[in-house]
């Protein structure tokens, strides 16, 4: 049971993702939130939009935080690898 589903937002439109997409070194938070059975993270990394339609994508693009992006971008290609490969 999640307490706080990560796929909602809280005012403003902001949710976990984009808090740690602003934030340098924030790899293992963008981590934790991208590894979840269900894919929550992946599928909402560029999807979830605040009220000024920014995604956590583009939070961590306008900060330089591209090493957020990449690890993002890494495990939805391992995911996918994997499922192709061993389903």
């Not at 307490?3 to 740690?20: E, S, T």
Request: overall charge negative; hydrophobic content about 45%; aromatic content about 12%.
């Amino acid at each position: 049971m999640n307490l706080f589903p990560p796929n909602v937002a809280a005012p403003a439109g902001v949710a976990p993702w984009h808090l740690a997409a602003s934030m340098q070194d924030s790899e293992d938070i963008v981590d934790a939130l991208t590894n979840d059975p269900q894919e929550i993270g992946l599928k909402c990394w560029n999807s979830l939009v605040d009220e000024n339609d920014q995604s956590p994508y583009m939070y961590a693009v306008s900060r330089n935080n591209l090493s957020c992006n990449r690890l993002v971008f890494a495990s939805a290609y391992l995911s996918r690898f994997t499922a192709y490969w061993f389903c």
